[in-house]
């Protein structure tokens, strides 16, 4: 039977964990999951599920993630209530799909 490393597997050429880049990547400046992914190198599908779980941990952490809601670029009806990270589909008053990706930083606690 093999032990398994106590470390966390982080590919070769990366440094840190993609978790750890997001964090800092947001620590100074507000961005939307696209621009993320690009600064991290990763899919946007792949940075909304590592915010997930960022949101989820971060009262555990002395870091909190701050999310802009999605606006209505047609309207400007704004997201406030939504759980999800996602930018929402279509807008519930005017049904445009024109909508503004959510903007996310990392706030102290």
């Known amino acids: 039977m093999k032990n398994r490393p106590a470390q ?18 947001l620590s100074g400046s507000v961005l939307s999951a696209k621009e993320i992914s690009a600064a991290v190198s990763a899919s946007e599908k792949e940075v909304y599920d590592h915010l997930a779980h960022i949101q989820r941990s971060a009262s555990k952490k002395t870091h909190k993630l701050i999310v802009d809601p999605a606006k209505c670029r047609k309207c400007g009806f704004i997201f406030k209530k939504r759980d999800k990270l996602r930018k929402p589909g279509k807008c519930p008053l005017c049904r445009s ?8 930083s990392i706030g102290s606690s």
Request: no cysteine; glycine share 4%.
């Open 97 to 104: 799909e024109s909508i503004e990706d959510p903007l996310f």
């Open 8 to 25: 966390p597997f982080i590919s070769p050429g990366r440094e840190e964990t993609v978790r750890r880049n997001i964090i800092a990547v």
